[in-house]
């Protein structure tokens, strides 16, 4: 990156806080003198946010004129401008009051000035922040501490955490939940699909039962919150209960989404907070359906490591689901929770991409599919949009964290990349093409006794010669040494040769590093190579120049385009690779990342020349001892 673009990425970083601090100053100045009739909502909690205030402003607009923040939007900037945007005939703006570390809720509490508080429940989110769920529990009681006089709390009494924050506050108080003490008790509730969350409810002595939109139990806080916060201000229980029953689900939280081939899929894929995980997968443990699928992103506030989470995960939800999907940079770990009664029902794609492929293959009409992750780390919601539309965008660290599907680049053509020749690899005489009918992504069941040799790095001279493209470089010289010819269709530069007795084909993708799986699927899948017949040849920064590495089976050790490969390969690291070092001495103490795209030098060519006449050799070995070790 240059100085140019160093010195505009400063410049937007300056004028975006300049703009922030202007809005927020003048949301205030316009909540103390022109919104003094507005009625403002605060709603905090780990979980349920959103979800009660989208049903609030329903309740509430049974009798006034409500608005809430857009979607799940709480940060200081999103509320300033939710202000700045009313137009003065609201008579209530419900809001909520997010935290993310210790004292950032007193500015969103001055900003907003709440008279009604709705506090759901405490949870592990963002503890690495506070230290403790009492830390939690303790900052976000600020929200409920900051009422006026003539305020009141509305407190979920089934949360301990919450009952003890308004146990000793000395404001008016609305209890809800299940224990008889509540002034808005809970019954009974009921949510088994198809069918929605029915909830009875007590208030008063007057005792309603009725169905509503949402689905999952654990929905009852939220739609108990609203209720609450609709009493709060004078609502009658009839009117509250009119609101829940109007209003849709929120995007993202437990929503019921359809597709057009029969396929129903619960979208609870905002939020992934470990913690939470278990009640959405209750929910598709009970529900009434064919078959039951779960794909699972990434996973948030957890205490183990993530090698450990995501096995003890996949257990869990192997109970539950028959089918269970990982997506996203820890998938490959969940696969370790694979047996062999199992591996049939487990599986664990990086890409989303390749993810997307395999649903595409194996769902069924009847199936029930629940996508749990993390909306700006994920972006599931496009394993749905691709069973309706085209998905052009499969980006897996854009950073936004607004669902896809009001996303411009979704519908993006991506570039079409320039070739010698549109044949492709069934266009071929010589290549005898099976049909899908057994193995991971249609890999022909047979085992064959040819083998795929990948060689990764980047085409295009501007990364020819650098350590990333060592793989292209050694299979380079491979196809020298054996006088092959390459030739070039659809999914990159092919070629054959013969080593101890055995064909090899050598492969080079098109395009970039870290899209080398698909491409590698697709010749795997015409030439009915399997997955444990392709070995892969990468540079790796963790060795010196010179020196060259066999290794049966690993992780990709943050290799992109390694794990491209084993993803789309789904074969759980189970991949021999020959690892060809690149660090060298002017780059000792640099991170990988910054050395794999500077050139290397003539005084690096004698030891590089001296590493790829090593591959030959160690190659040669490992297809002998596979082929003598074969029963």
Known sequence: MGIKDNLSKALQWRLKRWCFKINTRRALWKRSKRLSHVRFVGITGSAGKTMTKDLAVSVLSQRWRARGNHAGLNYLDDMAKLILSLRGDEQFCVVELAINKPGEIDKRIALVRPEIVAFTVVGRDHIKNYGSVEGIAKEKA?????????????????????????????RRKLWFGSSAEADLRLISC?????????????????????????????????????????????????QCIEGICAAQTTDGRMQIASAPDGIDFIRDDFKA????????????????????????????????????????????????????????????????????????????????????????????????????????????????????????????????????????????????????????????????????????????????????????????DDYTGTPH??????????????????????????????????????????????????????????????????LVIHDDADLRIGDVRFKAKGSDGGHKGLRSVLSSLENDGF???????????????????????????????????????KVLPMLEGHITESHNHQP
């Open 469 to 534: 493209n060592a793989g292209f470089d050694a299979i380079d010289r491979l196809a020298s040494d054996m006088d092959a010819q390459w030739s070039r269709n659809e999914e990159g530069n092919i070629c054959e040769i013969w080593l101890a007795d055995k064909k090899l084909y050598l492969f080079k993708a098109h395009g970039l590093i870290n899209r080398t799986g698909p491409a590698v699927h697709e010749v795997c899948r015409h030439l009915s190579i399997p997955a444990s017949h392709v």
């Open 273 to 460: 907070p470990h913690w939470s995980f278990q009640m959405a997968l209750d929910y598709l443990d009970n529900a009434k359906a064919k078959r039951k699928v779960a794909v699972i992103g990434t996973l948030s506030d957890y205490s183990l490591s993530a090698s450990k989470l995501y096995p003890k995960v996949a257990r869990k939800a192997l109970t539950a689901a028959d089918l269970v999907v990982f997506v996203g940079p820890h998938a490959l770990r969940a696969l370790k929770a694979r047996t062999e009664g199992n591996a049939h029902a487990l599986h664990g794609f990086t890409e989303t991409e390749d993810a997307d492929r395999f649903l595409h293959e194996h769902l069924k009409s009847g199936d029930l599919v629940l996508l749990k992750g993390s909306n700006r780390a994920d972006h599931l919601v496009r394993l749905f949009l691709s069973r309706t539309r085209t998905v052009n965008c499969w980006s897996q660290s854009c950073g936004w964290n607004r669902f896809c599907d009001a996303c411009p680049r979704l519908d993006q053509v991506p570039p079409v990349k320039l070739t010698h020749s549109r044949e492709t690899l069934s266009d071929r005489h010589d290549v005898d093409v099976q049909s899908d009918t057994g193995g991971a992504h249609g890999v022909a069941a047979k085992d064959s006794s040819s083998w795929l040799v990948v060689g990764l790095g980047n085409e295009g």
């Open 142 to 170: 600020k929200a409920i501490e900051a009422l006026p006089d003539h305020g009141v709390a509305v407190l979920n009494m089934d949360d301990p955490l919450v009952h003890e924050a308004g146990k000793s506050l000395e």
């Open 190 to 238: 009921e949510s088994t699909y198809p069918d929605p969350l029915t909830l009875e409810i007590e208030y008063q002595g007057v005792r309603r039962r009725f169905a509503t939109s949402l689905h999952g139990t654990h929905l009852a806080v939220p739609a108990l919150a609203a209720i609450g916060i609709g009493l709060a201000a004078d609502l009658s229980l009839d």
């Open 575 to 613: 991949m021999p690779r020959i690892r060809i070092g690149v660090r060298f001495d002017q780059n000792e103490d640099s991170e990988a990342r910054s050395i794999v795209l500077e050139r290397f030098t003539e005084l690096h060519q004698p030891a590089l020349s001296e590493a790829f006449g």
